[in-house]
């Protein structure tokens, strides 16, 4: 089980290869620009990002003014959330 962390808006190539190699027991943590791929109907967003477990960093989706645009699917964590998912996780994997 592994959480792929993606940090680059979905314009980057980064959610995309996250995904290809993201197996089934995996989860996705958006962080930073990362985001933007959690906003409803996002442009870019490969249609297989839902087939995981998708969480997002609150405090970076409340600095971009996104909280109301959300997908339902996403769970959003704090910080604490985060820590978390960490030691859920058997790694951690960081998508730049």
């Known amino acids: 089980m592994i959480l792929h962390t993606v940090n680059k808006a979905p314009t980057n190539t980064s959610l995309t290869t996250c995904l290809k190699v993201a197996g ?3 989860a996705v943590l958006l962080i930073e620009d990362g ?3 959690a906003v409803k109907d996002a442009a870019n967003v490969p249609d ?3 087939q995981h477990r998708v ?3 609150e ?3 409340k600095a971009r003014g996104l909280g109301a645009k959300l997908a339902p699917q996403i769970e959003l964590v704090d910080y604490a959330g985060f820590v978390a998912l960490a030691t859920q996780y058997d790694c951690i994997q960081s998508w730049y």
């Open 24 to 26: 089934p027991d995996s």
């Open 35 to 37: 985001v933007y791929a």
């Open 48 to 50: 297989t990002l839902f």
């Open 55 to 57: 969480y997002a960093l």
């Open 59 to 61: 405090a970076d989706v």
